[in-house]
C-alpha cells in the first residue's frame, strides 16, 4: 500500500460529484525531451508503439460502498485500528534477525497467495467489493488481519485500482468491464507483521497500449529490485525505474512511494521511484516496498472526495506492481513471491 510523499502538499478537493476529479495534486515540471536519429530497429519499435492506440473508455465512476465486514475479535490488531487518523511515518529502520524474518516471510508468504487468488476473480461482472470479500475471508480463515481496514478510515480490506486510479481505490458496487485493468495491493497482518504486495490484471479483452503499460510496469518494479543490496544507494532505484519507463515512453508517477515495512506498516525508508538525490543506503537485514505507478500520460494525480482514490488528471491508464523485499549482503530476496 503505497504512502503520498511526505514532503509534499496534497490539497483536499472541493465535494465531487460521483465519478468526478478534484483539484491537482501534484505539479510536475515541464521538460523537454531533445530529438535524436533513430536507427531502422528504433524507427520500427517507435511506429509499432504509435500504432497502438489506448481503447476510449468511460471515466471511472464510483459505485456504492458497503460496511466494512467484521473481524474476529480472536485475531490481533495493528495499533492504528479503531482511530481515523492516519498514523505518522515511523523513522525506525526496520531491521531484522532471524527469528523476525521467520515472521516476516510468513506474512509475506500469505499475502502473495491471497493476491494470486484475488486475481483468478478478475473478469467482467465481477464488482471489486465481491473481490473485497473473497479477500477478507481468506485473510480471516488464515488467522490474519487485512492491514488496510480501518487504517487512517480505509473502509475496506484491500485496495482495487481500475484504469485512471493510481492507486487506493475503494472496493464498492462497480462491475468490472470488459477491456479494464486493475491493480489489487494486498497487505496482511500475521503475527505481528505486515506482508506488502500488488499487482495489476488484465480483464477481458485487454488493448495492446494497455497491456504494454502493466508489461513494462512489472518490468520497472523487477529492475529496481536487482538493483538492491547491502550499501547501494536508494536513489538507484528510481534511476532504473525511471530509465526503463521513459524508454518505452510512460510516465513514473511521482506522488507515491515505497517504504520500510515489517511490525509497522509504513516507516522509513521512503522509496521514490523516479530520479532523485535522496541520501542514504540499503543495510542487510532490513524490508521495504518498492511499488512503481507508470502511467500513458499525465503522471499528477486528482483526489476524490473520498480521501483516498487517485486518479490520473487527464484521466489516463496507469498501472502498479509491489513487492516486500528482504536486503542481504548480496542482493535482495522478494518475500512477497508466489
Known amino acids: 500500500m503505497a504512502i ?45 508503439r504509435e500504432s497502438e492506440q489506448p481503447k476510449k ?8 460502498v458497503s460496511p466494512p465486514l467484521p473481524v474476529p475479535g480472536s485475531i490481533p490488531r495493528p495499533p492504528y485500528v479503531g482511530t481515523k487518523d492516519v498514523p505518522e511515518i515511523a523513522k525506525e529502520i526496520q531491521m ?16 502473495a497467495r491471497v493476491l494470486e487468488y484475488a486475481g483468478t476473480l478478475v473478469k467482467p461482472s465481477v464488482t471489486t467489493d465481491e473481490i473485497d470479500k473473497a479477500v477478507h475471508k481468506m485473510i480471516i480463515d488464515a488467522g490474519a488481519y487485512p492491514s488496510p481496514l480501518g487504517y487512517g478510515g480505509f473502509p475496506k480490506s484491500v485496495c482495487t485500482s481500475v484504469n485512471e486510479c493510481m ?57 529496481g529490485i536487482s538493483t538492491c543490496k547491502h550499501g547501494t544507494s536508494f536513489k538507484k532505484i528510481g534511476r532504473r525505474i525511471s530509465e526503463h519507463a521513459e524508454r518505452h515512453g510512460l510516465g513514473v508517477v511521482e506522488c507515491f512511494v515505497g517504504h520500510g515495512v515489517g511490525r509497522v506498516f509504513h516507516s522509513e525508508p521512503i522509496i521514490y521511484h523516479q530520479r532523485n538525490n535522496k541520501p542514504g543506503q540499503m543495510v542487510e537485514g532490513q524490508t521495504f516496498t518498492i511499488e512503481p505507478i507508470l502511467s500513458m500520460g499525465s503522471i499528477d494525480c486528482d483526489m476524490w472526495d473520498d480521501g483516498w482514490t487517485a486518479v490520473t488528471t487527464d484521466g489516463s491508464v496507469a498501472a502498479q506492481f509491489e513487492h516486500t523485499i528482504l536486503i542481504t549482503r548480496t542482493g535482495a530476496e522478494i518475500l512477497t513471491k508466489c
Open 4 to 48: 503520498k510523499v511526505p514532503s509534499m502538499e496534497f490539497h483536499r478537493p472541493a465535494p465531487l460529484l460521483s465519478g468526478g476529479r478534484g483539484r491537482t495534486c501534484l505539479q510536475k515540471k515541464l521538460f523537454l525531451v531533445q530529438a535524436k536519429r533513430l536507427g531502422g530497429l528504433e524507427k520500427a519499435s517507435t511506429r509499432s
Open 57 to 64: 473508455r468511460a471515466p471511472l465512476i464510483r459505485g456504492t
Open 96 to 111: 531484522h534477525d532471524k527469528e523476525s524474518i521467520v515472521h516476516m516471510r510468513a506474512a509475506c508468504e500469505l499475502a
Open 167 to 223: 492507486c487506493h481505490g475503494i472496493p464498492d458496487s462497480r462491475e468490472l468491464q470488459d477491456g479494464d485493468i486493475i491493480n489489487i495491493d494486498v497487505t496482511v497482518y500475521l503475527n505481528g507483521y505486515h506482508g506488502d504486495t500488488s499487482k495489476t490484471f488484465l480483464c477481458g479483452e485487454v488493448d495492446e497500449a494497455s497491456k504494454r503499460l502493466v508489461k513494462v510496469t512489472e518490468e520497472c518494479l523487477l529492475r
